[in-house]
Nanobody
């Protein structure tokens, strides 16, 4: 079966950093592209970042550009999301998702068919 599992969330002060991880099982990152999304209480799910190995592209939401970096560890079949200069408005549950669509990755939620359970990030201090 195809699964993704997130880890790395927690409590951090404003200006701090966290690294989230998305471990994929049952499929190769060469077959699927991976996206990160987040959802804060009372708000819609928002695209954070994505990476496609086969197409060779990455993408970021506007609020994340310059602060977040997505990367892939092929040996561990894992995608990381490095989050720097965190702000209180980054507080949310962060979800990893996988899509088997061809072409470059996008942050369109309905394109993703496999979702993790989420990991909570709280930025407060």
């Amino acid at each position: 079966q195809v699964h993704v599992v997130e880890s790395g969330g927690g409590l951090v002060q404003p200006g701090g950093s966290l690294r989230l991880s998305c471990a994929a099982s049952g499929f190769s990152l060469d077959e699927y592209y991976i996206g990160w999304f987040r959802q804060a209480p009372g708000r819609e799910r928002e695209g954070v970042s994505c990476i496609s190995t086969s197409y060779g592209n990455t993408a970021y939401g506007d609020a994340m550009k310059g602060r977040f970096t997505i990367s892939r560890d092929a040996a561990k079949n894992t995608v990381h999301l490095q989050m720097d200069n965190l702000k209180p408005e980054d507080t949310a549950v962060y979800y990893c998702a996988a899509s088997r669509r061809r072409g470059g990755c996008t942050l369109i939620t309905v394109f993703y068919s496999v979702w993790g359970q989420g990991t909570a990030v709280t930025v407060s201090g």
